[in-house]
């Protein structure tokens, strides 16, 4: 977890350095690089996905049955 918040604020320090001082064409350049890079992974990713088959009932069904099986409270 530490790691991810040290990478994130080292990546969005070094973007901003680029956008300020070299080119905010360059630090756009390469945001939208990596965000497409992203999606590609995301998009060719997908054969290794677990896939779970829904069940055909709702999910809401199962509560009902619970609800309904339940004694009254006597007060």
């Keep these: 977890m530490v790691l991810l918040y040290m990478s994130n604020a080292i990546n969005s320090m070094v973007l901003l350095y680029i956008e300020d001082n070299v080119s905010w064409v360059l630090g756009f350049a390469i945001y939208v690089s990596f965000n497409i890079l992203g999606l590609a992974?995301?998009?060719?990713?997908?054969?290794?996905?677990?896939?779970?088959?829904?069940?055909?009932?709702?999910?809401?069904?199962?509560?009902?049955?619970?609800?309904k099986h339940r004694e009254p409270l006597s007060l």
Aim: aromatic share 22%.
């Design 41 to 67: 992974i995301f998009l060719f990713g997908h054969r290794f996905y677990c896939h779970i088959e829904a069940k055909q009932e709702s999910p809401f069904m199962s509560f009902a049955a619970i609800r």
